[in-house]
């Protein structure tokens, strides 16, 4: 991975029409831990947040983990 992070949780986002701010009311996870979560790699996710992030979109933790991997790599 490169110096510069990705943010791939913002990007996810901004690909779905949604900020951290209405994921945060959605899902129960404080904006607070998306914006840490947000500058951390994908690996270091925990469990609990996708499996809550996944729900609000209608995917499987899979399918998110899936999704966030392949923003992480372009």
């Known amino acids: 991975m490169s ?4 943010q791939a949780l ?8 949604m900020t951290r701010y209405q ?3 959605l899902s129960g996870i404080r904006d607070t831990s998306l914006a840490t979560i947000n500058k ?15 729900v609000v979109f209608g995917m499987t933790a ?10 992480e790599e372009e």
């Open 40 to 54: 951390r790699e994908v690996d270091s996710f925990k469990a609990g947040m996708i499996k809550k992030i996944a």
């Open 23 to 25: 994921l945060s009311k």
């Open 3 to 6: 110096t510069i992070q990705k």
């Open 62 to 71: 899979g399918q998110l983990l899936d999704e966030l991997y392949r923003i």
């Open 10 to 17: 913002d990007l996810f986002l901004k690909n779905q029409g």
